[in-house]
């Protein structure tokens, strides 16, 4: 049986009522409306424009595509776990070298340390409300272990395949929820988010292992295929926050559109977990793990 993906208006004070727990718990993901302010969404878009502006595209050429995963083998990429970097997407540069298009459209993504390096992006991850929604599903003691801007651009934003984020941030047991913020309007046209309803319950398709001679490579754990008929789109007006299970299989198409969609993910995992040291994304003793109200 189909499932569609529960969508609720924001809870007061953040945490997920009986009903919203049960919703997420069944689906693996759930849509909450109006969880941010426009004015919240709108500093967030200007404080990623005034990076932008310092940023020298001339001193970066790593593209992140998940497609071709050529990012993995670069290590402007790898050891961006505690770090502010940019990424290009995948034909945003010309037989010449030169951006197709002003710096903000050729970029799939910041990564992966803003919510610790940035004030602004610091206050927008840590709020009572996102951590009364963290406790609600089940985090003991919550710690942020990644953010990115995901920026969708017009007409070259790139599709990213289907996939589960535990694969990728990895604990013992699995604890990584995904927290994605709608910055823009996520619609079809413009390559919302899709999800499968209940595949969080399947198990894990593969495991990205770092090596110590810095390659990035995935373990197969399991090769049956996602049942991608089942798939639904997490359409999301501007300020919604999704919540998903970081086994919750999810992909988003292409943006062949001319409006951006521009969105803010957090991944939090459980303290009390494992964080095992060949995962890809490590971070320095200078900065360590915070959860929300730290």
């Excluded at 359409?235 to 521009?262: Q, T």
Aim: charged letters at 25%; one cysteine or more; hydrophobic letters at 35%.
């Amino acid at each position: 049986m189909n499932k569609s993906l529960p969508t609720f208006a924001r809870p007061e004070g953040g945490a997920l009522t009986a009903e919203m727990l049960a919703a997420y718990e069944d689906a693996g993901v759930i849509i909450l409306t109006d969880f941010v302010s426009a004015d919240a969404c709108a500093a967030l878009r200007q404080r990623t424009l005034e990076l932008i502006d310092d940023f020298d595209p001339s001193t970066v050429d790593t593209v992140f595509s998940t497609q071709t995963d050529e990012h993995q083998a670069d290590e402007y990429f790898i050891g961006s776990g505690d770090k502010i970097r940019f990424f290009l997407e995948d034909g945003a540069v010309d037989d010449t070298g030169q951006l197709r298009a002003a710096k903000e459209d050729c970029l799939n993504k910041i990564g992966h340390a803003m919510h610790d390096l940035d004030p602004v992006f610091d206050a927008f991850s840590r709020t009572p409300e996102l951590a009364n929604a963290a406790r609600s599903i089940g985090f003991k003691d919550p710690a942020i272990i990644q953010s990115m801007y995901i920026f969708k651009s017009p007409r070259i934003g790139g599709e990213v395949v289907c996939h589960q984020d535990s694969a990728y941030i990895y604990t013992e047991p699995e604890s990584c929820v995904g927290f994605w913020f709608a910055l823009e309007d996520a619609t079809i046209d413009n390559g919302c988010m899709h999800f499968i309803p209940g595949g969080h319950e399947s198990p894990l398709r593969k495991r990205n292992h770092r090596y110590a001679d810095g390659s990035i490579l995935d373990e197969v754990l399991d090769e049956t295929p996602f049942p991608m008929h089942l798939r639904q789109p997490a359409e999301a007006p501007a300020g919604s926050l999704v919540i998903f299970d970081g086994r919750a299989p999810h992909m988003s198409g292409p943006n062949r559109s001319e409006k951006s969609r521009h969105a803010y993910t957090l991944h939090v995992i459980d303290r009390s977990c494992h964080y095992p040291a060949d995962n890809w994304l490590q971070r320095g003793d200078d900065l360590p793990l915070r959860g929300f109200d730290n």
